[in-house]
């Protein structure tokens, strides 16, 4: 089955600087990638989505690349803010219905101002 | 006009008891899921319903039966509750059909086992 690994685990910058967090993934079935960012005490929330047919995807500071030969995909957040320090999850999925998102392991992102 | 919703948001039982999680979405999608959401943070799918229909039993204690009533519902039920049972527990849907598998998380409901 789909295995998506994540890294880093913990991520810390100061505030306006870049953030990176790279996930690769197993199977060369699934075609959706999600980011959710999930702060504490709430629920996953879908921040962008990158498909097979795209190999880059952006808004406003977020952006999203996607190499699927090498099976991995990145989520960049530029100019980073206080208000962006949460869990992020990437995750891959097929297309059939009922498919479960398959996630990584999260990473705790500290922006310090 | 919430999305996905679920009832209750906590839930603190004895070991032993039987306990019911509820979950309603008001998208109009076809697919509904449940995730674990363990103390590590990691999020891993227990169930999928499509149109009513099991679609993953991933390996998930008997104990923990999954019922969809309609499409717009899907309910968790978990027997003899112990204390590994603890976390949170998410809800989710999706609309079947399309190239793409994009979810809807509700908002967890936090289940604590004593």
């Known amino acids: 089955g789909e295995n998506v690994e994540q890294h880093p685990s913990t991520l810390s910058v100061q505030e306006g600087d870049s953030a990176v967090i790279k996930c690769t993934y197993s199977?060369?079935?699934?075609?959706?990638f999600p980011w959710y960012k999930q702060e504490l005490g709430k629920r996953p929330q879908l921040i962008i989505d990158?498909?097979?047919?795209?190999g880059e995807k952006k808004d406003q500071r977020i952006a999203v690349t996607l190499n699927k030969t090498a099976k991995h995909f990145s989520l960049h957040i530029t100019e980073t803010q206080p208000e962006d320090s949460a869990v992020y999850f990437c995750?891959?999925?097929?297309?059939?219905?009922?498919?479960?998102?398959?996630f990584g392991k999260g990473t705790t992102l500290s922006v310090s101002s | 006009d919430t999305a996905v919703s679920q009832t209750p948001k906590y839930l603190v039982t004895q070991m032993g008891n039987d306990k019911s999680i509820k979950c309603e979405q008001n998208?109009?999608?076809?697919?509904m899921y449940w995730y674990k959401q363990d103390s590590k943070k990691f999020l891993k799918i227990m169930f999928s319903?499509?149109?009513?229909?099991?679609?993953i039993n991933e390996t998930v204690p008997n104990r923990f039966s999954p019922k969809s009533p309609d499409k717009a519902h899907l309910n968790l039920h978990i027997n003899s509750l112990e204390l590994g049972d603890s976390a949170v527990y998410f809800c989710?849907?999706?609309?079947?059909?399309?190239?793409?598998?994009?979810?809807?998380f509700g908002p967890g409901t936090r289940l604590t086992v004593l």
């Open positions: 199977d060369s079935a699934s075609n959706y």
């Open positions: 995750a891959a999925s097929k297309p059939q219905a009922g498919t479960a998102l398959i």
């Open positions: 319903y499509n149109n009513k229909e099991l679609i």
């Open positions: 990158i498909r097979s047919n795209v």
């Open positions: 989710a849907s999706s609309q079947g059909g399309k190239s793409y598998n994009e979810q809807f």
């Open positions: 998208l109009g999608h076809d697919t």
